[in-house]
């Protein structure tokens, strides 16, 4: 069965964040995110691959920023 289309709300309830973030980090961090017309879509293991990467770190270059 194919993988479901999620939404900013439910995204970002999938990463416990507020959807605000979502819509930073997909034009500041490149998040994987496909817009469909007016919308957001996202498959969850896209995103949940792009965070181990570390893709979603500070420094948003797949490094955690220094101190």
Same mark, same amino acid.
């Given at each position: 069965?194919? =993988? !479901? %289309? &999620?939404?900013?709300? =439910? +995204?970002?309830?999938? &990463?416990?964040?507020?959807?605000? $973030? +979502?819509?930073? %980090? +997909? $034009? ?7 817009? &469909?017309? !007016? &919308? %957001?879509?996202?498959?969850? @293991? =896209?995103?949940?691959? %792009?965070?181990?990467?570390? @893709?979603?770190?500070?420094?948003? !270059?797949?490094? $955690?920023? =220094?101190?």
């Amino acid at each position: 069965m194919a =993988e !479901r %289309w &999620l939404s900013v709300d =439910e +995204i970002a309830a999938h &990463l416990g964040v507020n959807p605000d $973030t +979502i819509y930073k %980090w +997909i $034009t500041r961090k490149s998040m994987p995110a496909h817009k &469909l017309g !007016r &919308l %957001w879509k996202f498959l969850a @293991s =896209e995103v949940d691959q %792009w965070v181990k990467d570390g @893709s979603a770190s500070e420094s948003g !270059r797949g490094k $955690t920023a =220094e101190p």
